[in-house]
């Protein structure tokens, strides 16, 4: 059996499913259907009794692709919050309760929890996006990108 530690969490045991080479430097391990295995960690951990911990709490957000800062602006709080929330364990009984109900949205169906996660994702990526303004004909327009544009001396 493979003890998988590489999720992060530390209680998974793997009985198969994974290969073990050898390599120059040391022994190398992949794991056969990855993203299908932290599927299945995902809902046992959301299904499971009990509070989550801080290594369960961090594994399911992760999953989501939210950052601490996304999560915290969907729950109300700081980041700092959720940073302290994911060292501690001592996690708020509602964001317990929101994270494993947006895990299992995620997985179980694509409905209006999973438009948000992905609203809130692209808002993140798009907080230091540039505004650049054309004037066309006595007109102005306007178009939004990812970086910064080049500065022109005047």
């Given at each position: 059996m493979y003890h998988y530690t590489e999720s992060g969490l530390d209680n998974v045991w793997l009985e198969n499913g994974y290969n073990v080479k050898k390599t120059p430097y040391g022994k190398a391990v992949s794991i056969d259907d990855a993203?299908?295995?932290?599927?299945?960690?995902?809902?046992?951990?959301?299904?499971?009794?009990?509070?989550?911990?801080?290594?369960?709490?961090?594994?399911?957000?992760?999953?989501?692709?939210?950052?601490?800062?996304?999560?915290?602006?969907?729950?109300?709080?700081?980041?700092?919050?959720?940073?302290l929330w994911e060292r501690t364990g001592k996690i708020p009984t509602a964001a317990d309760v929101m994270l494993r109900m947006l895990v299992l949205e995620r997985l179980n169906g694509d409905g209006k929890i999973?438009?948000?996660?992905?609203?809130?994702?692209?808002?993140?990526?798009?907080?230091?996006?540039?505004?650049?303004?054309?004037?066309?004909?006595?007109?102005?327009?306007?178009?939004?990108?990812?970086?910064k544009p080049e500065l022109m001396a005047a």
């Open positions: 993203d299908g295995l932290h599927e299945l960690l995902a809902t046992e951990l959301a299904n499971k009794a009990g509070k989550l911990k801080a290594k369960e709490f961090r594994f399911l957000r992760t999953m989501l692709c939210l950052s601490q800062q996304s999560f915290a602006r969907m729950h109300g709080v700081t980041e700092q919050a959720v940073s999973t438009e948000i996660i992905n609203r809130t994702n692209t808002v993140e990526r798009l907080v230091n996006q540039q505004i650049v303004a054309t004037e066309t004909n006595h007109k102005w327009s306007s178009k939004a990108q990812a970086e």
